[in-house]
Structures are given as structure tokens and as C-alpha cells.
């Protein structure tokens, strides 16, 4: 592994967690080269909802690439994006009566992120927009200024601005009403805070901690944006997908964001794919005024449609994944049931979970536990306080029990460590 | 087409010039569905140097997808990515005496501008980046605000901040001299310019209308940055990967940025990936202090090596690069003659030519008729002046002769249609 | 009063609502061209605390000026800023225990928050600065950033950043801890605040509404910023000068800020003079690194240090103040419970006080008629809400009870007007 | 003068240069303490145009004060403010044709800076302004944006923005036509440069080094301001008030700024005041939308009336100002024709003169010796290299022959101590 210390910056991070060398990966498995098999539960930070390599859809991608279809085409028309869309539109959108444009802004998160919040400042013609506090949407100029995260922050070498940052659902444990102070900013001619633009949330706050905002408080949040004409941004990068089990993560709480952001499982097979989609009178660009290299990347196309027919079509993996974010919930409540002294409790909704301790490095003591027991899992919040789980949709009741145990033997080991003596 | 109509965002662009849908691809050729082949002298503007679908590249993808290679990784170790690297290392750093480390920043050429810009504020200290007139370095926050576009810095929706705009080589056309105005500032006190953390340049501009900086220029640069201390950071990530001749397009000059950015024809096949290369004490990254989903995504590390083996460890492509630049230049120099009413001249260094016309909406024009003669060919600039050809380094001469019998043809016709009667 | 129309800009106030020809002052009174007296409670908006035109003051200065001693020098040394500071330091830091420095930042209160700002921010390395839920603070760039009111922010044409609001004592009528928000942001490194320079306050805000913050909020404000190391700016421009009681409106708080800014009376005279103050240690600026031309004036000086000896070498102005203020908040006690129906109720501290109406546009209304019944008296608060009491210090405890009749009948009088049929 | 030391800020600086108290001022002389003379060839940086406490403008400031007439009323109809607007309107704009409406932006320069850039950005809707290198415009946040001196922004503590810097007249020794680069970028949609709200100019740069800007140079940037909609600032704040001969500056030129700002001089007394002028039809501000307490102080006004009526109602003023700056430069030239070696050479216009020295040091030692010989005396330039020469315009023939002589000696012993042995 000596080429990575002298060739690749330090800025690399996921290795340091799992200092070996990944080769092959199927399914909830990853490989190294050794062929040591780890059962993943961090699936690509939420790009791999439905596992490594999933057979249909490795058909479907190598079968384009044989034909000699084409792969780089820009934002070009092409088959396979003209058949993304068609299905986009007919699996997704018709069905949930979502009267959205699709953009293809640049094949990374940050991408939709960027286009979501310039189309919102352009619409409005306003600049500030509001964010909430550990939400995290990207390293990129624009989207680090609405991301919590101070060293993430402190990266830009340029102070951030433009935005404004709120509570999150329960941020404050209930001691103040929901949007009491955002409300009484905006409703207050001399608060001091610019009629914002818009609005950019998480419905589950990945990166800040498995944090989840309740669907009253996203209705609330919506009305507030509604009421004080706001656009109301959801970045469901993280969330989408059917992480929480419907497709968009928002979609229990009856609400329709303006401006919505997709990407990781969007093209159902780790590929680079990102979409902004917004409602039709929002759709003010000019052509080309926002534009990227890889903002059309076929093979993408191809497996996010083929992912499309094979999982949304019907509600079948919806109400898979309820149940097993169920299984997994119950389990982990019973985990920290054990580790109450080290201030162990339960977060997430669906196949988004987390196991938060109080008790300072607990968290990342049992992540390092489970990957020597062949667990992958990383850490999130702004203390890496919590131990997230986001397993493939696709994981078998059997790979999430035997996951769900190693994750209560790495805590008992965790616990012991972090515990000062 | 209805589909991208009702769909897809007004923003789309290249679809305008080009209404077909393409369906398949083969090195210098695209086809649409109806089986039409279109000579492609615009290669993903600049993504496929090696042309569509290159079978030996090909052939290494889907073979590492058959086997169930690890196709998403974020920055975990992978046996493709330590394979890149090693490559990358022993054919491109070490030739070339570049002790450079290397960064994957995420997916897109914006990415690896937004690592690059972040790193030298955080290095120095310092916030503003000098950029060029007409120099484009992509749409997010950070990397528009070194962009020259005004129709795409307008779509940002707020002020772009710690920039500042000088005259790229011969931006006056000789009538002052070079880095006058530069030094200047630089020089005094009183300037008003903020001391800056760094230069970004390209040096030929792709997106500013093919404008070529001479080699004396490109070290005279580098020699004012040595002096007042900014760091130098060459955008290669349009005319890098041998698009000029040699792999990185600032070897000719002499020069050693200090950081370059990569991306486009890097993967050799149109697979998004993007790096940024800085010298080795610029590494002040904290782990994850620059971050992204797909800023590992391992078939383009595969794709990339395979490009690296094949073409860059001989000098057989840049010879024929530069030999077919010459023929190139050669003809579009008796065509530009024909026009000289229209003020045509030629520009451009190696296979990245153009053929600007003073005469308004010619190369518009141009580009039109092209596209009904079946040839692909995008204009640049920023009154969008020139004919950009860019085609694959590994088209033939037989097709160049082709595309460049289109381009005179379709010349003779935009003249036409461009004129006053 | 033509000229005014055809010469002076519509930026011009104050003259809207008292459309007569001031020509002479004395004491509490000014006089119209006609001769008219007009009781004045509004001071010069707090400049006047010693009346118009003190007789002693005034000798002083006419002494000054028939000697020919020096007006203007700018920042060089004079014998009359000698005895300013040498009195200030006696008379006032001395005996308060106060180690500060003195600047003389320019003539106006917004130089002396522009100066305390740029300090803040050169001490600490940090450009976020945190303000308050309708503070005031001034209209040059930096000073409006941290001001509250819309409108003027408005005014700046650019985006105003560097600040961050917060809720001013009891902004959310007790519904949330105090602080609870504020310090919940600096305790997370994720909460998306970058770590402030400072927080600016004023301890009763004038302009906005004549809110009172509790000495209770100011120690705990003041604990929070010693606690997460940001420097305690306190704007003591409207509210220094004894307008509360003290000379300092934070002394009965028992806290000490690191950074003050005074101006208003600080002359006695109506002449402009600011000071910013800043603990020794704070004292990094470069000789010149701040400067103007009126920043040192030496009429200001002179009538300021005789109304240093004449007011502050003993308690009896304090004293006075503090009855007398007693005495209006009686008055205006009876009068809102007069005005229940219209929502009337009093705030204040000292003798700034306010008689604030939910009815809309009552107090706008009050000061109408309190105009016709010749006395002038200003609104405040975002919406006009309060009409505000600013008398002189000086003013006698008849002057105070004719105004408030006045303000009694004036009440009766405006919500007739503001209240529906 | 201990008490300095101990209680005054090190931010002071004139005082470094000049270590005694003044104490006294009549016409061009101020004393000391203990009663020694200087003569002043520094007029309050230009504030003192018609000398030290003029008598009749003394008489009627006195005779003012003495009757208890209003001194201050923030902008409220003052029978002084009015008297001075008549003024202003029959004697200055009337006669020059200029239908420009008054500001009282507060008492300082940079607040008539701050409210021409608020104005400039409100009326066009755009953010950036041009400024020059080397122009000087204040310390306030927004003035210090558009000001070169790079120690002064520094003190800012935060990236200033919204602001380019372009090259003054004759910036680079005539190497480069005029506006070459500005009109470039201006011309260009690819340049980079935002379209901008306005330009700032000093006709004469001050601080910056009394560098000129000839009448073709002015007419060619209002011309360039007319062909690009850009709004003109004339900064005339040092250079007004009959500087340069005529009242304002730019009068010569032939050219109508749309914005002009007016400080120092204007009240003739050393008195704070500043206006900021602008065409009728850009008052678009809202009534309130700038402010500040010292915006209307009634002395100034009466001061600045009685000098208009004295000095302006007649061409004797103008026109001896004119002799006596031919007098000025005659002399000058001399003295810097025996100071060749130094490389010294005579700038400036009207009363408004430097003598600059390539030799680095020198104009600061002359500075000093001048002030040992009992003449007062600033530098200025970004490196200091400049004597500077702002008598008042009423300084008579023989005080300018003895200063003068006083400068020649003082040259030929800083000579000798700033060369090299």
C-alpha cells in the first residue's frame, strides 16, 4: 500500500478506517484482495441502495457497452437518456403526481446541489438561503456554504456566506417550539436576516448524525416556505432512493419540495449520475447557463433505468425496506438497552440508522471493532458520535442478523475501550 | 424528442445544434437511430482524445465489470485505483520529474478546480485567485468566479468574489505588454490588489475561443508567480491528456505548476473522473477536509491505466498528434484565406484549432452546416466566434481530410447566410 | 421650503414628520422660524442629553473659538484633546476601573463601529460577527451589516455580510432559555457558525424600539463570550452619555466589554465626536491603519471635557436621571393602561423610554399629534411601534410632566385615528 | 504629553511626525504650545482651504453660537440648512449648469463615499465598482473596497469585494493607450468583469501620490461611463473646493459626473461636514434609507454658506489660486532640477503639488527636516515617495516663497541622509 502514502494526497479518509486493498464486491460483500469477504453496511455512503454489482443491472450496463452504444454524449440527445427520462417520468413522477424538469447538472451530488441553489437565487432574485444546523450538502463553493461541518468549512480558504444557518428538528431537545426563531426572523422587518431565497434540507440528516426531521416538522417547515415565499430545497443525495423506504424521503410527510436533488443510487450501480428536478415554472435557465463535462453519462442512464423497472414498478422493496429498517431498529434499541451507561440510543427511519453514544469515542471504537470483525460501517455527526448504518436495501434479513450481531459484540468491545478505566 | 421537451430542463444545450438522438459510437464516428453517422470533431469536447468506445479500453472495462471488480469504493483503497496510480506514477510523474501528489476531488473537471482553488487559499492564507480574460473553469461557486462568461457568472444569482480578471496572452493584441499590468498591481503598494493566493490559467483556452498563450508567455507567468510568491495552478483539464501534443500541455513551455488540474480524456472513455496534482509540500489536507461520493470511481481508474499503457509510454501519439495538428493547420490556413472578407484566421496548438471568423454568426453558421454534412463541430468564444475542432488524437488523416472538406464546404455556405446581401 | 423640495434628496426624514423651519434651541426647547417653542423629547435622537445650547458649554466653546485656538488638526496632538483625554481618563475610566485605550476613529458613531469591527476582526483573525434581532449600528458598509432593519440593508446594494443575528433578550417572549440558541451553535462544530470575532450589542436598543436587555442577559452574554473567546462589543452610542443613568449603560450590569463605542453626547454639544475603547491589549492597529479627517475635533473636545467636569465629577446627574426616569415610567405606566384596548405598554431604562402600541399605527399617529401640540418626539421599532422618549438629561420635572400631558392627549388623539371605525 | 502615550490608541499617526501639542491657528500658521510657529503647508489634508479660523467665517460661527440658534437637528429644516442650500444652489450649481440635488450623508467623507456607492448600486441594480489605483476613498468598510493602499485593507479583517481596480492616468508611464484594458473588459462578455454600477475617480490622487489625471484622460472615462451606462463618481472630497483652481475639480475637463462627493473644505472652518451630489433623476432613495446623527450640524452649514458667499460669488479666488500653483510648480521645478541624482520631479495641479523622489526615503526626511525648519508638511504615495504641498488657497505669496525655501533646504538635507554614504 506503499503507493497510496507516496503518491495519493492526505486528504484520503474511508482508508485509514479499512487499511486494505478492496477488489471485488457482490451484493452486501466486499472483497479485498486477500478475498477476505466484509459484509457492508456503509454501501457507498448511500450510492449502492441496491447492492455491489447487482446482476440485472451489470446485464443491462455490460450489454450497452458491448453493442458500442454511445458513452460520452454530453447533454447530446441519446437513446439511453431518452429512456431514463421516459421511465424517470412514468415509474416516478406520474405516479406521485410530481410535476417536476429534470436537469443534469454535473455528474456529482454537489452538482444538483450547486444548480439547486443557483436556480433558486436566479428564480427569487434573492441570495441568502437558508440551512440547518450539521446538514451537510457538499464541498464545492456553494454547496460548503449551507454544509455545517466547521472543518469542512474552514477548507474554503474564503469566508462563507450567502447563507443562513437554523435548528434542525429537535435541535435544542424541544426547549423551543419548532420555527419559533425562523419565524419570528422573517416575520420581523428588523431581524436582520435577508428575505431569503430558499430553504435546503435533509429529511434525514446523513452526514450530521442520522438526525431525522418528522414529517410534521417538514409540513411545517414546508408551510413556513410557503407562506413566507420561499423555494423549499430537499437534498435527497443521501436520503433518495428508497433509503427511507418510498422513493423520495419526503414523500410520507405529503409535502412537494420545490427543488429536490438526486444522486449516489440514482444510477443503481455506483455510476456518477446527478439530477436536479424542479417544478416546471421554476424551469428559468438559459440553455447552457449552467453546463459540465459528464452531465449526461449514458451508462448511468442504463442502469438507472434498468434499476427503475426492476425495483419501482410496484411497492414491493418500499415495503421491504419498512420491515427491515423495522428488524433493525428493534435490534439496535436492544444494543443500547446493554450500553445505556455510555449514552447509547437509537436515530433513523427505514434502512437509515444510527447508534449514537454519548460517552466520547464510543462511536468510532465499535466501527473500528466490526470492520476487524468483517463489518463495514462509518461514523457520522459532528462528534463522529454515531455509528450509521445505511446496508443495501438489498441485504437478506439473514446478512442484516448477522451484521446486527457483530455490530452488538464490536460495541461491547467499543465500550470497554472508550470507558475510561 | 417530445420526451427531452416535456422533461428535461430548458438548460440543455448541445441537443439544440444537434437535433438527433445518438444511439451508438466508434471511434471518430457517432451514430444517431436512424443509423446516420456523424465524423465527430468535437469528442465530448475534449473527453475523448482516444476517440468512442476505444476496443482495447473496452475490452479491460467490461472485463473488469464481468468479474465483479468493486465498482464503487468513494476513497477507500482498491486494487484499480492503486493500479492507476502506480501507472500514473511510473508513466506520467516520473518521465516528466513531476514529485507531484495526487488528488481525486470527485467526478468533475469543477471538482478538481474547487480542490485546487481551496488548497491554495488554505496553503497561503490568502483569498484571491488571479484568472484570465475568456478563461473557463467550470460552474460551481468557487470555479465561477474564475470563469470570464458573463452569462454563465449571471447565473451564480449572487456576486462572485475573490477574483481577479487579467488579459490573458495577446488579450490586447500586442499593444501592451506582457504582464504590465499584473506586475503592476503586484508591484505596488497601492494597487488596490489583494496580494494573491494564485494564478489559474489555461494554456490554450478551449471554452474562451481557442487561445493559444505562447510558451514565453506561460514562463513569464510562471516566473511572476515564483517572484510575488502565488502559486501556479494550470487548468489542463481540456487541453491536457496529449490534446496539445505532449500529455500535459505546459511541458512545451518548461514549466512546473504547482498544481494541475485533470479530468475529460483522463479515463479514456468518456467514464467521469477528475484529479488534482499538486507538489508535495502543497499536501496541508486533513483527512476528508475535501470530500465527494465519486471521487474514486474505479472503472475509470481501469479505462485510465489501460489509456496510460497504450498511448503514453512511447511518443508514437504525440508525434502524430502534432503531425496531424500541423496538417490541420495547414488547411484550415488555405480555407481561412478563402474568407478573408469574413475575417477568417486560424488558431491553436496542436489538435485543438479553430477557425474564428470577425463577421458575426458565421461560425454559427459554419457549425450548422457542418452538422447537415454530417460532421460534429461545437463554436467557442464568447461571441461564440469560432469553429472548434477538436477532433480524437487517434482520428485518422483520411478522416481529417474529410471533416476538414466538410468544414470548407460549410464555410462556403455560413459566408453565405452570414453576409449582409 | 421650496428649496429643500427642489435641492436637498428625498432621502431626507426627520423634516416628514415636523415640517417647520427649526431656527434656535435652548434647553429642552427649540424654536421656530415663527418663534414657536417645541418641547423637545427627542434630543438630537439622544446627542443632546445636556439640552440645546448649554450656557456653560457654550462659553467654552465661544471662549475656544474667539482665541483662535486650533479647530482642526486631525490627529496630531492638541492642548485641547490633552485635557479631553486627561479628564476622560479621570473622571471617567479612573474611577470605573476601566483600562481602556481611547480612538478617535473619525466623527460619527458609524466610524466608531467601523473602527470597533475592523479591530475585532484584525485581533482575532475571525470575520463573523454576531448581532442582535433589531440592533443599530449605522449605514456605512460594515456597520449596516450588523443593523437589523430591512430597509436599510436594503439600501446597501450589495450583499452584507460577516454577521450573523441572534434573538436580543427576550426577543421570543421567555419561550426559549436565553442564549439557548447561540450557544448551542458555538458548542457544535457542526452547527454551520463559523466561529464569531465578536458579538455586538447595545444594552437598550434605541432604534430599535427601546428594548431593554436585563443586566441578568448582559452578564450571561458576557460570560458566553469570555467562555467561547469572542470579544464583547458593547454600542453604547445612544445609550452612553448617562442616558440610562450611569455614564456607561452597562455599568449596572457589573460587566466589562472589551470594545466600546461612544459618540452622540459625548461633545455635550451637538458637535460630532466618536470614541471607540478597547481594552489595552486590543491595541494592534497600526499607526494610520484607520483614519479620517474629521477624527479629531477640537471644539468637540473642549465642550466635551466641560461637560465631563460640569455632569460627572459627582453622582447627581446619575442620581437625577434615575428619578426622573422613574417619574416617565409612572406617567406612561397611567397612560398605556389607559390604552389597554390599544395594545399600549412601556419599556425602557432611565430616561429612554418608550410607550409601544400593538395597535398599528398609533404611535406614528402619537407623535403627529405630540407635534401639533408642540412636542417633537420620535417613533421606533421595525414597524414604528413605540413612540420614543428621548428627553435631555437637563430636562426639569416640569418640562417632563408638561410633555408627557401632551404625549397623554396625544394618545387620546391618535387612537381615535389609528383604531377602525 | 505622556497622557497620549498612556490613553490614545497607536493607531494615531500625524502626531509621530509632528511631536508637539498645537495649540493655536490664524490664515497659515499654527503654534505650538510654547508658542513657535509653523506655517502650514498641510491645511488639514486639505480641509483647511481658506486657512485656520478665517475671520469673517469665525465672525459668523461665533455670532451664530452666540444667539442660540439650532446647532444640531439631524435632518431635520434648519433655517442654516436652508440659507447654506440657497447658497450652494445660486452660487455653485446654478452658474455651472449642474442639476444636481444634496445629500447630508453625515459628517465625514467616507460617508459621502459610502452613500454615492449605496446609491450607485441601488439606482443600476449592479454591485461592482470601478476604482484606480492608487484613489483613496476612506476607511469605512465600503470605502475601503474601492481604496488601493494595501495596509489600509488589510485593517479591514475581512476579503474586500464588489470593486476592481483599473489603471489611473499615465499608471504605466504611457506604455499602454488609455483604457485599453477597462474598455476590453468592458467590450468583452468573456472578459470576467461584471458589468459595473459605476466608476470612482479623484481627479487629483491625494494620498495616493498627487498623481493628475489630465481633462483628455477624464473625458475619455466619462465618455467610456456614457457608452457603458457606467454611473460616474467624481471623489472631489480633497480636490473640491477650489483645490485645483476652480470649485470642483472636474470642471476643467468639461465633464458632469453623476455622482460627486464633497467633504474637508466645505465648510471652510474645519467644521465635519460632506455632501454627496448627485443628478436629479438618480434620487431614488427612500426617505430614511441612509442616515446618521451628524448629518445636518448647523454651524458647518453657516460656516460653509459665509465661505461660498466670500470666495465664490467672484473668479478672484480661483484665479489666484491658479498664479499661485504656477508659482508653486515654478519653484518646485527648480528645487527638483538640483535634486536630480534623487530622481526628483514635480507633480500636481492648482495649489495641489508634490515633489517625488525616486530615491526611497527622501520625501520623508524632507518632511522631517521641513518640520525642523517650522514648516508642516505630509507625504504621501505608496511608498511615501512624495512631499506634499496642500497650502491653504489664502496663503499669501510670501508665506508660499518662504515655505518654499524652507522645502529647498529641507531637500538638501534629506538628500544627503536618505543617500547611501
Chains 1, 2, 3, 4 share one sequence.
Not at 453496511?41 to 450489454?63: R, V, W
Not at 431525522?212 to 436520503?239: F, H, N, P, T
Not at 419540495?257 to 439530477?275: C, E, F, N, Q, R
Not at 453546463?291 to 421491504?320: M, S
Request: charged fraction near 25%; aromatic fraction near 10%.
Amino acid at each position: 500500500m506503499d503507493i497510496f502514502d507516496r503518491l495519493e494526497s492526505d486528504v484520503r479518509s474511508y482508508c485509514r478506517s479499512w487499511p486494505v486493498v478492496f477488489d471485488k464486491a457482490r451484493g452486501s460483500h466486499v472483497y479485498d484482495e486477500s478475498g477476505r469477504p466484509y459484509l457492508d453496511f456503509f454501501a457507498g455512503a448511500g450510492s449502492l441502495n441496491y447492492g455491489h454489482n447487482h446482476p440485472e443491472l451489470k446485464s443491462h450496463l455490460i450489454d450497452y457497452l458491448t453493442r458500442d452504444s454511445i458513452v460520452h454524449s454530453l447533454d447530446a440527445y441519446s437513446a439511453a437518456k431518452r429512456d431514463f427520462l421516459a421511465t424517470f417520468g412514468e415509474v416516478l413522477l406520474g405516479p406521485r403526481g410530481l410535476d417536476y424538469k429534470v436537469q443534469f447538472p454535473g455528474p456529482a451530488g454537489n452538482n444538483a446541489v450547486e444548480a439547486a441553489l443557483k436556480l433558486a437565487r436566479k428564480y427569487t432574485g434573492r441570495e441568502t438561503v437558508i440551512s440547518f444546523t450539521n446538514g451537510f450538502h457538499g464541498m464545492t463553493l456553494g454547496a460548503l456554504a449551507v454544509t455545517g461541518n466547521s472543518m469542512k468549512r474552514g477548507g474554503a480558504g474564503v469566508p462563507l456566506s450567502h447563507a443562513a444557518t437554523m435548528p434542525f428538528d429537535n435541535y435544542m431537545d424541544g426547549r423551543t417550539p419548532d420555527f419559533l426563531w425562523l419565524r419570528s426572523l422573517l416575520e420581523d422587518s428588523g431581524s436582520g436576516l435577508d428575505k431569503p431565497a430558499a430553504v435546503i434540507v435533509e429529511t434525514v440528516q446523513g452526514e450530521g448524525g442520522i438526525n431525522v426531521a418528522s414529517a410534521e416538522w417538514l409540513r411545517g417547515l414546508a408551510a413556513l416556505c410557503k407562506e413566507y415565499d420561499m423555494l423549499l430545497i430537499v437534498d435527497d443525495i443521501q436520503m433518495g432512493c428508497g433509503r427511507t423506504g418510498p422513493f423520495f424521503s419526503f414523500e410520507d410527510a405529503g409535502i412537494v419540495p420545490d427543488i429536490v436533488t438526486v444522486s449516489k443510487s440514482i444510477s443503481g450501480y455506483g455510476l456518477p449520475l446527478a439530477l436536479t428536478l424542479f417544478k416546471r415554472d421554476l424551469d428559468v435557465w438559459e440553455p447552457g447557463e449552467h453546463n459540465g463535462t459528464f452531465r449526461g453519462f449514458n451508462p448511468a442512464f442504463v442502469t438507472g433505468r434498468a434499476a427503475l423497472d426492476l425495483f419501482w414498478r410496484d411497492d414491493e422493496l418500499q415495503r421491504a425496506t419498512l420491515a427491515k429498517g423495522a428488524l433493525i431498529e428493534e435490534r439496535l434499541t436492544a444494543i443500547a438497552a446493554e450500553f445505556a451507561d455510555a449514552g447509547a440510543h437509537v436515530r433513523g427511519r427505514g434502512m437509515a440508522r444510527g447508534l449514537a453514544f454519548d460517552q466520547p469515542g464510543t462511536a468510532k471504537a465499535l466501527a473500528k471493532e466490526a470492520f476487524r470483525r468483517g463489518l463495514l460501517l462509518e461514523t457520522s455527526g459532528p462528534e463522529d458520535e454515531v455509528a450509521k448504518l445505511l446496508p443495501a436495501l438489498t441485504t437478506s434479513e439473514e446478512e442484516l442478523g448477522e451484521g446486527l450481531e457483530i455490530i452488538a459484540d464490536a460495541a461491547r468491545a467499543a465500550v470497554k475501550i472508550a470507558l475510561p478505566a
